[in-house]
């Protein structure tokens, strides 16, 4: 278990935050409970990072090694601020080989239960981005979604990861926007008025703006190659793509291969 030390110590973690989410224990399963936002808005997000990988696979190796039924198949992919594992169990479906990371013990055990039970094979380890950093560890796709407006010191944190991107691999990352329009509805709205999710779980303050963002992903070395918002479409309850950065948004990364930085 890491240590409070440890946790203080790292710029990624947030000890408010991550006692907060702790927390949540077996509620991260509950798609009725208090993460039913989350568990709206997995789809979209894993229907993005299926797309972008395609994409890119699909321009290196031609179109039909896109049409395979596990098209995440063969990447090491590391999800950092795993929680209960929603994202990771779904990616691990698609044939990646996951890595999850969480510095909330509870997260991690119920993330662990609940993998075994869908007999799933995914890596759950209680620690920081800073502390695997520190192995040497490196992934073809490192994710950070939903974690960074949750974290200390986004230039510090967003360092660590691009880190652990190998050449030619990807940082991909999902959070909110520092914005007027994102206070209103982040906050005022999915908090306090449809109570979408636990009060408290999101502080303003914390947004991070897209420029602010892209510029802590060129400083740790990466070429930005995607942005886009995430909407929410209140007639059929659903999230997806959008041109509006306003609120929800994704912006994907890559560390460029040798053989193509020139």
């Given at each position: 278990m890491?240590?409070?030390?440890?946790?203080?110590?790292?710029?990624?973690?947030?000890?408010?935050?991550?006692?907060?989410?702790?927390?949540?224990?077996?509620e991260?399963?509950?798609?009725?409970?208090?993460m039913?936002?989350?568990?709206?808005?997995?789809?979209?997000?894993?229907?993005?990072?299926?797309k972008l990988?395609?994409r890119?696979?699909?321009r290196?190796?031609?179109?039909?090694?896109?049409?395979?039924?596990?098209?995440?198949?063969?990447l090491?992919?590391?999800?950092?601020?795993?929680g209960?594992?929603?994202?990771s169990?779904?990616?691990?479906?698609?044939?990646?080989?996951?890595?999850?990371?969480?510095?909330?013990?509870?997260?991690?055990?119920v993330?662990?239960?609940?993998?075994?039970a869908?007999?799933l094979?995914?890596?759950?380890?209680?620690?920081?981005?800073?502390?695997?950093?520190?192995?040497?560890?490196?992934?073809?796709?490192?994710?950070?979604?939903e974690?960074?407006?949750?974290?200390r010191?986004?230039g510090?944190?967003?360092?660590?990861?691009?880190?652990?991107?190998?050449?030619?691999?990807?940082?991909?990352?999902?959070?909110l926007?520092?914005?007027?329009?994102?206070?209103?509805?982040?906050?005022?709205?999915?908090?306090?008025?449809?109570?979408?999710?636990?009060?408290?779980?999101?502080?303003?303050a914390?947004?991070v703006?897209?420029?602010?963002?892209?510029?802590?992903?060129?400083?740790?070395?990466?070429?930005?190659?995607?942005?886009?918002?995430?909407?929410?479409?209140?007639?059929?309850?659903?999230?997806?793509?959008s041109?509006?950065?306003?609120?929800?948004?994704?912006?994907?990364?890559?560390?460029?291969?040798p053989a193509?930085?020139?």
């Amino acid at each position: 278990m890491l240590s409070k030390e440890a946790k203080q110590a790292a710029p990624s973690v947030d000890p408010d935050d991550v006692a907060r989410f702790d927390r949540l224990g077996e509620e991260w399963w509950n798609p009725r409970g208090p993460m039913r936002a989350l568990h709206q808005f997995n789809p979209s997000r894993i229907n993005y990072l299926r797309k972008l990988v395609e994409r890119r696979q699909g321009r290196r190796q031609g179109r039909a090694a896109t049409d395979r039924a596990q098209p995440l198949e063969g990447l090491e992919i590391l999800d950092i601020g795993c929680g209960g594992g929603l994202l990771s169990e779904a990616l691990s479906r698609l044939g990646a080989k996951m890595t999850a990371i969480d510095p909330a013990p509870t997260n991690i055990e119920v993330a662990r239960r609940h993998a075994e039970a869908s007999g799933l094979n995914i890596g759950y380890l209680c620690t920081t981005a800073e502390a695997l950093a520190a192995e040497h560890k490196s992934f073809d796709l490192v994710l950070a979604m939903e974690v960074i407006e949750h974290v200390r010191d986004v230039g510090g944190f967003i360092k660590i990861a691009a880190g652990m991107v190998r050449p030619g691999g990807m940082l991909v990352a999902a959070t909110l926007n520092r914005t007027l329009k994102s206070y209103a509805l982040a906050i005022l709205g999915a908090e306090y008025v449809l109570q979408w999710v636990p009060k408290g779980t999101h502080r303003w303050a914390q947004f991070v703006k897209p420029q602010e963002l892209a510029a802590a992903l060129r400083s740790a070395g990466l070429h930005i190659f995607d942005e886009t918002g995430i909407g929410y479409d209140p007639f059929d309850g659903t999230w997806r793509e959008s041109r509006d950065m306003d609120v929800n948004y994704v912006m994907a990364a890559e560390r460029k291969s040798p053989a193509t930085s020139a």
